[in-house]
């Protein structure tokens, strides 16, 4: 019959332990006879206590250890009912720098016989932590994303620091929180970042509404998209709006290496300006609605090819097609 590693491991460790109680006496184990490795519970005996604990956890849940160790630290029992989402720190003095493997064990009551096994071979937890970032006056963020470098970013807006009235923020920090630097962008006007991404080449995409640029300001707000490089250095801005309200509430990088804005309208659709609708904004890596400058083919038919020059471009005020069609037989 085949026999699996873990069948093996276990049938093995059966096999010796057997062969070591034989010898032991009844007084106790043999001289030099005594391995740490095969007493699983601790006893200062192997038996077939060990046994059934060995076959428990090589059959069940446990992870099967790499190599023998011995037991150098015990804790016994700690009661910590009272430590309800804190940490509990246990000091166990062994100068430990690597080569050993923690199994943590509880218990619902303190005299309760059974026990459950939490972790074997480390931890695997990671444990959580706040911080808090701010200034004089109201801060809020509005979205955060995790970095490539695995710490944060968190984009919202700021009373505390900026041109004026409220601006968009931008805060940057480690895996652990500590803020790297932080940056403001706006105008003399209320500005608030509601969404942010990391984009493509390390750098930043914050959207939201103003107050401070385009058309209507101040008196209605627009769509805004900021592009910052990867130390938040604002690389470009741009505004979208109509002729009334209009607020961005979220952006994502697109396929194409674009964007695409999404958020509410009083300018455009249905009911508009008594009632909002839903606004989504599409824009090229710029963060350009229509070309400016270039010339580019944007549609075509078996018939037809459809043009597009851009908005305020000033070289191609000729243009020339050639169209070479391949035959079989010339």
Do not use: C
Not at 68 to 89: C, F, H, L, R, V
Not at 139 to 165: H, K
Not at 197 to 223: E, R
């Amino acid at each position: 019959m085949y026999m699996n590693r873990k069948q093996f491991a276990v049938a093995f460790l059966f096999a010796l332990s057997l062969m070591m109680v034989a010898l032991a006496p009844l007084s106790g184990q043999q001289a030099g006879s005594y391995n740490p490795w095969l007493d699983y519970n601790g006893d200062g005996l192997i038996d077939v206590y060990d046994l059934q604990a060995l076959a428990q956890v090589y059959g069940t849940s446990g992870t099967p250890l790499s190599w023998p160790m011995a037991q150098e630290y015990d804790s016994g029992w700690i009661d910590i009912s009272d430590k309800q989402g804190q940490n509990i720190t246990i000091t166990h003095n062994l100068n430990l720098t690597g080569g050993f493997l923690p199994s943590i064990y509880g218990r619902t009551v303190q005299n309760d016989p059974s026990w459950h096994q939490r972790h074997f071979d480390g931890t695997g937890y990671t444990p959580g932590w706040n911080k808090t970032y701010e200034g004089i006056s109201s801060d809020g963020a509005s979205s955060v994303v995790q970095t490539d470098d695995g710490g944060y970013a968190l984009a919202g807006s700021t009373n505390s620091y900026g041109a004026g009235g409220s601006d968009f923020g931008l805060v940057k920090t480690d895996s652990a929180g500590t803020v790297q630097w932080n940056k403001t962008y706006g105008g003399a006007n209320h500005d608030s970042a509601a969404s942010m991404v990391q984009t493509g080449d390390g750098g930043y995409a914050l959207a939201g509404a103003t107050y401070s640029y385009g058309d209507g300001t101040p008196i209605y707000t627009n769509f805004w998209l900021v592009k910052t490089d990867g130390s938040g250095n604002a690389q470009w801005n741009k505004t979208y709006e109509g002729p009334y309200e209009d607020e961005a509430l979220s952006v994502v990088q697109t396929s194409d290496g674009g964007y695409a804005l999404a958020g509410y309208t009083y300018s455009y659709g249905v009911g508009t300006p008594t009632y909002s609708n839903f606004w989504l904004v599409k824009t090229d890596a710029f963060g350009l609605t229509e070309n400016m400058v270039g010339l580019g083919i944007v549609d075509y038919t078996a018939d037809t090819l459809t043009l597009y020059r851009g908005k305020i471009d000033p070289y191609w005020n000729y243009v020339r097609v050639r169209i070479w069609v391949v035959k079989e037989n010339p």
